[in-house]
């Protein structure tokens, strides 16, 4: 079946340290790829996604992600985080060809940054 | 971005009684939207993809008369869990999508329990 893991369940960095987020997908077909991020209290909002091209994708607030084919990952990056990126993130994944946007997410990653 | 508003946000009842979850797309038409669910500590797991004017297609292992889906407008799907059980309690998620756009656009969630 197809999955998406999530390493780490709860990180928790100083600001200005630097953030990955591991992402694994076990899928042996092409993919989308998404990094959704839930704030305290608000909807999940769409951090970056990666459909095809260059496989180093940039988001909002700083954010990136690297697609690794052979790796099955899409690990998210942000090189100095702040106190406001605490919040709930979730990789998901969208089989190519499913027939219908059918997101399968990850466990999600609680982060917790103190100021 | 599109918005999705998810209606109630939090609900109690009791065991046995049905309880309705409203999604609405507030500025967008949604042709297809999708009903999820989360167990704490779990990631979001697709229940139903509910499409304008049809019936809703389940994912394996989802009692379709237990959860009931309908999208009578291109704005509004609604799920109705009926005889609600404390198992059932959970935090449902919607999400819709634009046209041609695989990026989803989620409502706040609810928490439902059942006492």
């Known amino acids: 079946a197809q999955s998406v893991s999530q390493h780490n369940h709860h990180v928790i960095l100083s600001e200005a340290a630097s953030l990955e987020l591991g992402c694994n997908y076990s899928?042996?077909?092409?993919?989308?790829l998404f990094w959704y991020v839930q704030y305290p209290g608000q909807h999940l909002q769409l951090l970056l996604k990666?459909?095809?091209?260059?496989?180093l994708v940039k988001g909002i607030k700083g954010f990136e992600a690297e697609f690794i084919k052979s790796k099955f990952s899409f690990n998210l990056r942000k090189p100095s985080v702040q106190w406001s990126d605490t919040a709930e993130y979730f990789c998901a994944v969208i089989p190519f060809g499913s027939g219908t946007y059918k997101y399968i997410f990850g466990t999600g990653t609680r982060l917790k940054v103190l100021a | 971005g599109a918005v999705v508003s998810q209606h109630p946000s939090r609900v109690i009842c009791k065991s046995g009684t049905s309880v309705k979850i409203e999604c609405r797309s507030l500025?967008?038409?949604?042709?297809?939207m999708f009903w999820y669910r989360q167990f704490p500590k779990q990631s979001l797991m697709l229940m139903a993809t509910?499409?304008?004017?049809?019936?809703?297609?389940?994912e394996q292992g989802v009692e379709k008369d237990k959860f009931l889906i309908n999208h009578a407008s291109l704005t509004l799907s609604t799920l109705t869990v009926t005889s609600a059980h404390p198992e059932d309690s959970s935090f449902y998620i919607c999400?819709?999508?634009?046209?041609?756009?695989?990026?989803?656009?989620f409502g706040q969630g609810t928490r439902l329990t059942v006492v």
């Open positions: 990666y459909f095809s091209g260059d496989p």
């Open positions: 500025d967008f038409q949604a042709t297809t």
């Open positions: 509910s499409n304008e004017g049809s019936k809703a297609t389940y």
């Open positions: 999400s819709a999508s634009l046209a041609g756009s695989t990026e989803a656009f």
């Open positions: 899928y042996g077909g092409t993919v989308n």
